[in-house]
């Protein structure tokens, strides 16, 4: 069977011209003749506003092996995780290392550093937060209990420790929390259905309960569709709740781009003094972080020659 790796959105700070033909169509057209169309969900209205979000739906949470690689999927043959069975604790797939590209602004190692993802997946972020940054907090907030169970039976995830919340939960609910406001450094969104042909929770009130979440400085990395509809409404409501200051990696996976949103002072540093701090993200991760540095540079306009944002 040929695995199909999940899509997600082509992202663009400030707004900026999509690249690409068919990008540059959907950002004109919304939801013009060429988009594929979405299957209808029930929605529930937002906490804030009369904005609506979409009810999730579960599905059997089923697994699949190739060349080592263990997958977890929801029923079909789109990917929601991976993991390499000789290195459980590694990250595996691209897209899901550069959700930790937050690490290019933020250390670990500050005091009560705090990480958390939205959607649990097979447990590849969690997994890999928690071992190797030994200071940090790390929450994962997680709808489908059949994914927990299959984080822990499946995919090597460990108990809750004093480090470790694994919490059965909607993430709209975590992120409309009073109590999570400026709770968290990095926050890690990747919410998929068994579709996967779109962010379950989208909505310009969902985003801003994000940015709430966030401490000073803090970064938002999440997983986004590029060959989808959804691509215009994301980029114009992440840009909204974030006041435009949206970085975005080039499409990996045929189709996932992760971007980036940031919370807090504005970032004015040369592209050097990101390459130093890339280098030093490398040699205590592996992960490739000057690899990140170089296609952010050259993916997000105007930020050539050096980082303002």
């Given at each position: ?49 009369d904005e609506k979000r979409m009810t999730p739906r579960f ?251």
């Open positions: 069977m040929t695995l199909l790796k999940r899509k997600s959105i082509e992202a663009e700070a400030s707004r900026r011209p999509a690249r690409g033909a068919r990008a540059q169509r959907r950002m004109a057209q919304g939801d013009g003749p060429d988009a594929e169309p979405r299957e209808d969900k029930p929605a529930r209205r937002g906490a804030q506003g599905a059997p949470v089923t697994f699949s092996e190739m060349d080592g690689v263990r997958y977890l999927h929801f029923g079909t043959e789109w990917v929601q995780g991976a993991m390499r069975l000789r290195k459980p604790d590694a990250i595996e797939l691209e897209y899901a290392q550069q959700m930790m590209a937050w690490l290019l602004f933020l250390s670990p190692s500050a005091p009560d550093f705090h990480v958390a993802q939205l959607g649990l997946g097979a447990a590849a972020l969690t997994k890999f937060n928690h071992r190797q940054f030994s200071r940090a907090r790390v929450t994962a907030v997680e709808l489908n209990p059949a994914v927990i169970v299959a984080g822990r039976s499946m995919f090597g995830l460990r108990e809750d420790d004093t480090r470790l919340r694994v919490l059965e939960q909607d993430a709209w609910d975590y992120v409309m929390d009073a109590a999570h406001t400026g709770s968290v450094d990095a926050l890690q969104v990747d919410l998929y259905d068994a579709t996967a042909r779109g962010p379950v929770l989208d909505t310009t009130a969902f985003y801003r309960a994000c940015r709430r979440v966030l401490k000073a400085p803090g970064v938002m990395t999440i997983n986004l569709f590029g060959d989808h509809d959804s691509f215009p409404k994301n980029i114009v409501r992440i840009c909204d709740a974030f006041d435009n200051r949206v970085l975005v990696f080039p499409e990996v996976h045929d189709g996932n781009v992760i971007a980036l949103a940031f919370n807090g002072p504005v970032i004015d540093v040369s592209w050097e003094v990101l390459e130093a701090r890339a280098k030093v993200v490398e040699t205590t991760t592996r992960l490739p972080a000057r690899d990140w540095v170089a296609k952010l540079r050259a993916a997000n306009a105007r930020q050539e020659e050096r980082l303002r944002i």
